[in-house]
T-cell receptor
Framework: QKEVEQNSGPLSVPEGAIASLNCTYSDRVSQSFFWYRQYSGKSPELIMSIYSNGDKEDGRFTAQLNKASQYVSLLIRDSQPSDSATYLCAVGGKLIFGQGTELSVKP | GAVVSQHPSWVICKSGTSVKIECRSLDFQATTMFWYRQFPKQSLMLMATSNEGSKATYEQGVEKDKFLINHASLTLSTLTVTSAHPEDSSFYIC?????????????FGPGTRLTVL
């Protein structure tokens, strides 16, 4: 059974802080990793993809991948209240989703 | 761009009726589309993989005779929920694979909220 695990949260951070979201996966041969943001009542929106070990930065977002540890994370710098949402980690070509981490950014 | 649309955005139907949901890739061709279902406070669960011109591949536990999938063109896949019951009430979301993006990234439609009375 291929699994993707995330802390369900909620994770609460003050505005301007760094939010750190973590994800582990069980399938060692996975090659593609994604972070989606989902607002309540809406469908997921792709915010980051990463395919090789190391960091990938896009604006305020940084994805980190460590295949040896089967671990992928998402850092959100200068968190804003508009970042409050559920963040879904997804792995593989046929996406296997984690249960999502609810992030709340307090003004 | 990579825009995926779904229609309708919400639907209410009586128990025993059938409902068709359309998923369209608006600005790219998608040989593969996926159908997901999401219950409140839960993550997305893959129902089936839809490939243009061939039969859909269903995930374990998903009834293929109840959830009919047709992928007749490179921009359109449909999901028909047959003889819907209240337990089928859920948020149905499709995604389309953008073949020219790295590792075939998936882009999601806005979802269809189905309520069966």
């Amino acid at each position: 059974q291929k699994e993707v695990e995330q802390n369900s949260g909620p994770l609460s951070v003050p505005e301007g802080a760094i939010a750190s979201l973590n994800c582990t996966y069980s399938d060692r041969v996975s090659q593609s990793f994604f972070w989606y943001r989902q607002y309540s009542g809406k469908s997921p929106e792709l915010i980051m993809s990463i395919y090789s070990n190391g960091d990938k930065e896009d604006g305020r977002f940084t994805a980190q991948l460590n295949k040896a540890s089967q671990y992928v994370s998402l850092l959100i710098r200068d968190s804003q209240p508009s970042d409050s949402a559920t963040y879904l980690c997804a792995v593989g070509g046929k996406l296997i989703f984690g249960q999502g981490t609810e992030l709340s950014v307090k003004p | 761009g990579a825009v995926v649309s779904q229609h309708p955005s919400w639907v209410i139907c009586k128990s025993g009726t059938s409902v068709k949901i359309e998923c369209r890739s608006l600005d790219f061709q998608a040989t593969t589309m996926f159908w997901y279902r999401q219950f409140p406070k839960q993550s997305l669960m893959l129902m089936a993989t839809s490939n243009e011109g061939s039969k859909a591949t269903y995930e374990q536990g998903v009834e293929k005779d109840k959830f009919l999938i047709n992928h007749a063109s490179l921009t359109l896949s449909t999901l028909t929920v047959t003889s819907a019951h209240p337990e089928d009430s859920s948020f149905y979301i499709c995604s389309a694979v953008h073949g020219t993006r790295p590792n075939n990234e998936q882009f999601f439609g806005p979802g269809t909220r189905l309520t069966v009375l």
